[in-house]
């Protein structure tokens, strides 16, 4: 341990000079109270930087190729749109990373609006309403109650996340009052399965529905 004769005081770690008056020290030095913490070689906002401008140069690159192929190339608009999918894809989940229920939602629902989306605009075959989103919904109900149990979590944690993907599914009603849905029986089954599940929560889960609701709105 070093020391400070002239200040009478012992310093641990490896000083130069003593901290109060700057004089020097005796003794061999030792280690230091506190560990020294590593930065990290890749931050979030480096990640976040470098998946922006990888976005922004594949934009340009799909930019020139349809320019130079005098805008004939039909899957340009939409390599143009999957890229900004997957950078908003790939921004979330460094934004949200400690979230791995956050996380996955959202990406799911990024999944179901882009399915949608490029439905609609290769002609419409209702893949997206028929079987899309109905598998999104389910699937995305399972794997929160999986993740909750799994890591695990108090239910209050998770809950308000399956209480939104309830009423969201129900959304679906939209496409069958319209007749974009062809084959309804994928949407009513899973709007029926999370309906039921909704049902259970404010029977048998209502207090843990309603400590989430009171953390997220501050009441």
């Known amino acids: 341990m070093l020391y400070c004769s002239k200040c009478g005081i012992s310093i641990r770690g490896n000083k130069r000079c003593c901290p ?8 061999t030095p030792s280690e230091a109270a506190f560990p020294t913490l590593k930065r990290a070689r890749i931050t979030s906002l480096s990640l976040v930087k470098l998946f922006t401008f990888l976005f922004i ?9 349809g320019f130079l192929a005098d805008f004939t190339l039909a899957w340009v608009p939409f ?8 950078w908003l894809d790939a921004v979330l989940a460094v934004y949200f990373r400690n979230n791995v ?13 882009g399915g949608f989306v490029i439905d609609r ?6 893949w997206s309403v028929q079987w899309l989103i109905p598998c999104c919904f389910l699937g995305l109900v399972t794997t929160t ?10 239910l209050e944690e998770y809950i308000l996340y399956l209480a939104v993907d309830m ?3 129900l959304l679906q009603t939209i496409f069958l009052v319209m007749g974009m849905n062809a084959f309804v029986w994928p949407a009513v089954i899973s709007m ?3 309906l039921i599940l909704g049902v259970a929560a404010l029977l048998f889960r209502f207090r843990d529905l309603k400590n989430a609701s009171e953390k997220l709105f501050h009441m």
């Not at 140069?57 to 190729?65: K, M, R, T």
């Not at 996955?104 to 609006?113: D, F, G, K, N, P």
């Not at 605009?121 to 209702?126: I, P, Q, S």
């Open 20 to 27: 109060l008056c700057q004089g020097e020290l005796t003794g």
């Open 57 to 65: 140069a594949l934009e340009i690159v799909w930019s020139a190729v």
């Open 79 to 86: 390599a143009m749109a999957g890229t900004l999918v997957a």
């Open 101 to 113: 229920v956050k996380n996955i939602t959202i990406q799911v629902y990024l999944v179901m609006i």
């Open 121 to 126: 605009f290769t002609g419409f075959h209702g």
């Open 145 to 154: 109650i999986a993740l909750g149990r799994g890591l695990p979590l108090r």
């Open 167 to 169: 009423v969201l599914s």
């Open 192 to 194: 029926a399965a999370l």
